[in-house]
């Protein structure tokens, strides 16, 4: 399961769109996932098969905490364990359990496991709140999960793809030197960049493994950008962008932020869909310089801990 996705944590969507007594189904890396709240209000996860003749759990109901198979009413908690085969009381059903994987909910946001013995807990933004506002809107693209992730990364394309839009005031300055700082924190990067030896605002951070978390603060605010690239199978990927904020907070404004977020995004995909090879190669297989640290960083990261291979290290 999870083809080169195993065993991370990864944000799935927001805690308030699960709704108590109704399955959500979601796809991570190939796989089908059914999330409900069990009798408790606790999010579950199981993978959305059916033990029995693997048709989709999703498709059926949730009564009590309990999930019910469509085809032939077998019943599973969120722990997978099976409570009930119709027609035959004598059923072993401690042997016809649902498959179930970790799932948490914190600030505001559904995380699933794609493993079975997490390694610890999510580590999300310590700036998700009670007074932050978390506004989520997502896109598909036609591209590689590593590909959009790299791309949510990288600083210096953002006058030439982003020219009309968040790009727009470096334009004159791209005959300058910009130096990239890349700093390997417990969560994954976080990336600043000086531009002729002056500092430019804001911060990104990468957080492993799928992540990316810009930092918009105005003065005494909290504006962030969560960008989280989602797999859903080789050649697909879900764009989640998460606006959060602490000013502004009434659900009206939330239009506002999700205009501009989808005008940028849609610069950049076309520009990502059209990245061969589908996937990000190995760093020695494309032509890179200073200002790619961010990706670069990412890539190691990406096939030492998904892909479990070396990396060979190239002077740039």
């Known amino acids: 399961m999870f083809r080169d996705f195993a065993n991370v944590w990864t944000i799935v969507g927001l805690a308030r769109d699960l709704v108590k007594g109704k399955p959500q189904p979601l796809r991570v ?14 999010p579950v996860a199981l993978v959305d098969i059916c033990p029995h003749r693997g048709v989709a759990l999703s498709l059926g109901s949730v009564k009590d905490g309990v999930i ?9 908690d969120g722990a997978g364990k099976n409570l009930g085969v119709p027609w035959n009381p004598d059923a072993k059903c401690d042997t016809l359990g649902a498959t179930a994987l970790p799932a948490r909910e914190g600030g505001g946001l559904l995380w699933l496991y794609t493993g079975f013995d997490p390694d610890g807990e999510p580590h999300p933004s310590s700036s998700l709140g009670e007074r932050i506002r978390l506004f ?29 839009t968040i790009g727009r005031g470096l334009i004159p300055l791209v005959d300058k030197r910009m ?16 531009i002729d030896g002056e500092k430019r605002p804001g911060l990104l951070d990468y957080r492993y493994p799928n992540a990316m978390e810009l930092h918009i603060d105005p ?16 050649d697909t990927t879900k764009l989640t962008i998460y606006t959060l904020r602490d000013f502004a907070r009434a659900p009206i404004f939330d239009a506002v932020f999700g205009w501009l977020n989808r005008r940028i995004a849609e610069e950049d995909r076309a520009i990502v869909e059209s990245s061969l090879p589908p996937s990000a190669p190995p760093p020695e297989e494309e032509r890179s310089v200073r200002t790619d640290a961010p990706t670069l960083a990412f890539r190691r990261l990406y096939r030492q801990r998904l892909l479990g291979t070396n990396v060979v290290e190239r002077e740039i």
Not at 179 to 185: F, L, R
Not at 219 to 234: M, S
């Open 219 to 234: 003065p005494g605010k909290i504006l962030r950008l969560f960008a989280v690239c989602q797999p859903l199978d080789e």
């Open 136 to 164: 989520a809107q997502s896109v598909t693209w036609r591209a590689h999960w590593t590909r959009v992730m790299e791309n949510m990364l990288d600083q210096p394309h953002l006058p030439f793809v982003h020219k009309r």
């Open 179 to 194: 130096d990239v700082i890349c700093e390997e924190v417990d969560y994954g990067l976080r990336v600043s960049n000086k």
């Open 29 to 42: 890396a190939g796989q089908r996932i059914v999330f409900f709240r069990d009798a408790e209000g606790k």
């Open 68 to 76: 019910q198979c469509p085809f032939h009413g077998w019943r599973f």
